[in-house]
Structures are given as structure tokens and as C-alpha cells.
């Protein structure tokens, strides 16, 4: 029997909560369809998120994509269907992904990380990009290029040392209607490996604490800069992370397990911690950076 799970028609990292939502209700070995043939537009967390639901199956998932030619077309720029072929049983029809015109929106394409040598391959890739987004249209300081660079090699290596399996990444620049009324970057990196309580844990030495749970993992990771590694500076990948967000006022979201940890600014009313979510394995990151207003 299969179980049809039912994409919004709007896929960001708060109505994707509802597809994990349906998901916990399935066990990992039961076959699922990921029905998108309403969805009209998705984020690119929208679209690495799916690709993590894919990659948490025990059972290969089915999938149908979005019946709407220009949302399905989007898709493909983005590099989705490349990928998605790779993780899904394809259902209905597969638009071939054409070239992505310089001027697009779509800074990095979907893109698989699961080596060190992909992330540099990913910050190689988007660095000249970058510079014209970051200082021309987001109005940053030009040294926020090379930082913004680190922030996304930084995001790419958690995978890597982090979820014990491979994961995706995908960055655009878009005008947050609602939430900003300007435009922003937005980067999303999702795996569905190990999380990080699972990965604290396997760290030598480690005992469990009164309070251990997923909640309580993000915070070490986050906020206190807790790493399984031992070496010295070893977790400090995420100290580095917040500290460019917060110095651009941007948001950095990291959810993991069951809980959901928040670097909230002023534009935004997201809870800093949730915890008793849907479980889904591995991390979902999304960090936005917005358009710098500056004085008249």
C-alpha cells in the first residue's frame, strides 16, 4: 500500500513542516508517493528538502511533480529533476532542465555535497556570482563577498563531517514579499544523515546530561560552539556562521531531529527554540541574508 503525501502549494521551511508532519506517521520502510502536482512554487529549502525526504526512505519514494508548466520549468532550472531522477521513482512527466541564463535568479543550482572537494567546487562556483548579488542589488559591503563565501563552505562541511551521508545545496536571491518587502539570498543545505544530537553523541568520552535531547544538542552546537571533534578550533564552523548573520541582520535556522533552533532578527517573529516537532533525521539549514536599508 502506498501513502500519498500531499506537498503545499507553497513549499518554504515553515509548510514543509507539513510534510514532515505526514511523514512521521509513515514508518521508513512503508512506500510513500510525494505528490507536488498542485505545488506552485517552492523555496530552495522547499526543494533540497524534498530531495532529504527522498534520501530518509528505507522504501525508494515515488514522486509526481508540479502539473504547472512554469513552476515545473522553474524546477528544473534549479536543477531539481537532475537530482530528483537519481532519488525517486519518477511519476508523470520530467521537464528537461535547460541552461541557467546568467541574469537568473539562481545563484547555485541544486547541487550534492558529500566531500570536502564538492564543497569547494560549490564556493568556486558562486563567488563571482555572488559579488554582483551581495554588493549591487543586496547593497553589503564588498567584504561580505568573501564571508559569505566561507558562511556557505562552512554550511556544505557540516555535511560532510556531520550527517555520515551525502546531502544538497542551493542558493537563489528572491524579493521577500511579506516578511521583508525586499530582496534577500537565501541559502538551504539539507541532508537526512545522522543530526546533531546523533552526531554529539559519537563524540569519545561522551555521557549523556540530565537534559539531553534534540533541543539541547542545537543549542551546544550553536550557541556554545560544541563539536564531536576534539581538535582545537573544531566547531567553531557555526560560532562563524551566526556571527556573519547577525552582522548582516539576517535570519540562520537549523533544524534537526525533532527541534528547530533560531538566529531571529527584528524582521521576523520565528521562535528562537521548538522542540517537539516531527521527527525527521539529519539537519535542514536555511540562513537568509537581506538587502541592506540604508539611511535617506
Not at 519518477?90 to 550534492?112: A, C, K, N, Y
Not at 552582522?247 to 531531529?257: A, C, M, P, T, V
Request: charged share 25%; net charge negative; glycine share 8%.
Amino acid at each position: 500500500m502506498t501513502t500519498v503525501i500531499t506537498v503545499p502549494l507553497s513549499l518554504d521551511d515553515e509548510t514543509f513542516e507539513e510534510i514532515f508532519e505526514q511523514l512521521a506517521a509513515v514508518s521508513p520502510e512503508q512506500k510513500v508517493l510525494i505528490d507536488a502536482r498542485r505545488t506552485r512554487w517552492a523555496s530552495p529549502y522547499g526543494l533540497t528538502a524534498l530531495l532529504a525526504v527522498a534520501q530518509s526512505r528505507a522504501e525508494r519514494a515515488a514522486f509526481a511533480g508540479p502539473d504547472h508548466e512554469e513552476t515545473a520549468s522553474y524546477w528544473a532550472r534549479a536543477g531539481f529533476y537532475r537530482h530528483a531522477e537519481a532519488v525517486f521513482e519518477m511519476h508523470g512527466r520530467v521537464p528537461r532542465q535547460r541552461e541557467v541564463p546568467w541574469e537568473s535568479t539562481v545563484l547555485l543550482e541544486i547541487t550534492d555535497v558529500s566531500a570536502s572537494d564538492d564543497v569547494h567546487t560549490v564556493v568556486e562556483r558562486i563567488q563571482a556570482r555572488a559579488q554582483a548579488i551581495l554588493v549591487h542589488e543586496l547593497h553589503l559591503d564588498p567584504q561580505a563577498t568573501l564571508r559569505f563565501a566561507m558562511t556557505l563552505s562552512e554550511v556544505c562541511q557540516n555535511i560532510v563531517e556531520h550527517a555520515g551521508q551525502g546531502g544538497w545545496v542551493a542558493v537563489q536571491s528572491y524579493h521577500f514579499r511579506q516578511r521583508l518587502g525586499r530582496h534577500a539570498v537565501v541559502i538551504a543545505v539539507c541532508d537526512a544523515g545522522l543530526g546533531f544530537r546523533r552526531s554529539l553523541e559519537s563524540t569519545p568520552g561522551w555521557k549523556p546530561r540530565d537534559r539531553w535531547d534534540d533541543g539541547a544538542a542545537l543549542e551546544d552546537a550553536l550557541v556554545r560552539g560544541v563539536s564531536r571533534y576534539r581538535d582545537p578550533g573544531r566547531g567553531q564552523g557555526l560560532a562563524g556562521v551566526r556571527k556573519f548573520v547577525g552582522r548582516w541582520n539576517g535570519k540562520l535556522s537549523i533544524r534537526s531531529g525533532t527541534a528547530r533552533i533560531a538566529i531571529v532578527p527584528a524582521w521576523d517573529d520565528a521562535v528562537p527554540l521548538q522542540e517537539g516537532l516531527p521527527h525527521f533525521p539529519g539537519a535542514q539549514v536555511q540562513i537568509t541574508i537581506p538587502e541592506r536599508v540604508t539611511a535617506a
